[in-house]
């Protein structure tokens, strides 16, 4: 990897260039995600991260120019996700076209179109999408542990945001967040693949290099959680006759060194066929599935293991 900081502004980009592949991924990373919530505005981030598709003032909607639409016609794959601390946004495209994705993603950094209009449209589906989750058993069992297991921490709120929080949310504050966030100062820029290394930054200093920094410091967190002190329980019911269990345990922040370990276990545990929740479980017929997931995270989070029973265990 070679690393760059765009001084003028703070945009750190990293860049990893492999002559031999013919398509290269174009992504910017934002240092906000549902760690930097709170109650009545849970959910922004996603709803945001939606928002961003809707186009600015260079390339509408109206026009068919917007994001979605020029990269569906060089036949690029792009999506984003929202997670506790982050939120990015990506394109896989012919190498060729990744001056124009670098130009899209710097527009819409600060000249997103935030209106009711966009903002009405968009909210069908995000609605949708909360609704599909909580008629999943499993991801309304781990969205409640969560909330179990943090009662201080942001980490408490779903990332997807509670509903009323969602049925809540305004043009203005999605306002707020877009402009307390949405800064090269809070953004990484990661480039990969067969593109020119020379034209990729010469964009970069074209396209971000007019962007100030933020007029603002960067919100942080200074929120701790308190030290639990004994084990908590959480059960969530729904129609079936089929059961899980999912357990959780504390870890320590990404960096911590412990992590390196953590991850080797969860290899030994969660292996399939092999490893050794498969052995005890799956091969004797206790569970249909078994799996393990770290939430290695910003400040500490979880270690979920869990299991699918069968219908008699």
């Known amino acids: 990897f070679e690393e760059y900081l765009l001084k003028k502004n703070g945009l750190k980009i990293l860049l990893y260039k492999n002559s031999s ?3 290269s991924t174009v992504m910017i990373t934002y ?3 549902s760690r930097n919530e709170h109650k009545g505005v849970t959910g922004a981030t996603h709803i945001l991260e939606h928002m961003m598709f809707k186009g600015t003032e260079k390339f509408s909607v109206e026009k068919e120019m917007d994001y979605s639409n020029q990269m ?3 036949g690029a794959r792009s999506n984003a996700t929202t997670s506790y601390d982050r939120t990015n946004y990506y394109a896989t495209l012919a190498s060729e076209h990744v001056p124009m994705a670098i130009e899209l993603e710097a527009d819409r950094m600060r000249n997103l179109q935030i209106n ?3 903002l009405a449209s968009e909210m069908v589906v995000v609605k949708n999408e909360y609704e599909r989750r909580e008629n999943n058993p499993y991801a309304t069992l781990q969205k409640q ?3 179990t297991a943090f009662t201080n921490h942001p980490y408490h709120h779903p990332i997807i945001g509670w509903k009323e929080d969602i049925e809540s949310i305004t043009v203005d504050k999605l306002k707020i967040f877009y402009d307390q966030f949405y800064w090269p ?3 990484v820029l990661s480039i990969i693949g067969g593109f020119d290394k020379k034209e990729a930054l010469s964009a970069i200093e074209t396209y971000f290099g007019s962007i100030s920094k933020s007029p603002k410091k960067i919100p942080t967190l200074s929120i701790e959680e308190p030290i639990q002190k004994e084990s908590r329980m959480v059960k969530v019911y729904r129609s079936g006759k089929v059961g899980a269990v999912l357990i959780a345990y504390k870890t320590p922040v990404g960096t911590h060194p412990d992590w390196a370990p ?3 276990l969860t290899e030994i545990m969660g292996a399939d066929k092999i490893g050794r929740l498969y052995k005890s479980l799956e091969d004797k017929g206790l569970a249909s599935a078994s799996y393990i997931f770290p939430r290695q ?3 500490p989070g979880l270690l979920i293991t869990g299991a699918t029973l069968t219908a008699n265990t």
Request: hydrophobic share 45%; proline share 4%.
């Open 21 to 23: 592949m013919p398509v």
């Open 31 to 33: 240092n906000v995600g």
């Open 72 to 74: 569906e016609r060089i």
């Open 116 to 118: 009711e209009n966009s």
């Open 145 to 147: 542990i969560f909330s």
């Open 185 to 187: 100062n809070n953004a």
């Open 262 to 264: 953590l991850l080797l």
């Open 297 to 299: 995270l910003k400040d």
